[in-house]
């Protein structure tokens, strides 16, 4: 599966951003998706992780409480809805395909999300 992440920009901190991730082929909604990111001088981090029926979403403590992940099986399209942004929120995100193989396999090439003070 490809995948095709969009939605980052410039945001002042406290607004809000929706980031999607378009994949190709027919086999989306056998993929629990993942979003992850890095920031600067950072690791890549976990940030949401949605089930393959849009259930069960989980959440980095950073993020819960402002970050929605969702996803559209019809569209082949997963989404992270960002609300009160911080500054530390500042990083690439990715979305990513967990695999039968026990991993986040396909990954997408990352979008920029900068957050201002």
């Known amino acids: 599966v490809q995948l095709q992440a969009s939605g980052g920009g410039l945001v002042q901190a406290g607004g809000s951003l929706r980031l999607s991730c378009a994949a190709s082929?027919?086999?989306?909604?056998?993929?629990?998706m993942g979003w992850f990111r890095q920031g600067p001088g950072k690791e890549r981090e976990f940030v949401a992780s949605?089930?393959?029926?849009?259930?069960?979403?989980y959440y980095a403590d950073s993020v819960k409480g402002r970050f929605t992940i969702s996803r559209d099986n019809a569209k082949n399209t997963v989404y992270l809805q960002m609300n009160s942004l911080k500054p530390e929120d500042t990083a690439v995100y990715y979305c990513?395909?967990?695999?039968?193989?026990?991993?986040?396999?396909?990954w997408g090439q990352g979008t920029q999300v900068t957050v201002s003070s």
């Open positions: 990513a395909a967990y695999t039968s193989y026990g991993s986040y396999d396909y």
């Open positions: 082929g027919r086999t989306f909604s056998s993929y629990i």
């Open positions: 949605i089930n393959r029926n849009g259930g069960t979403p």
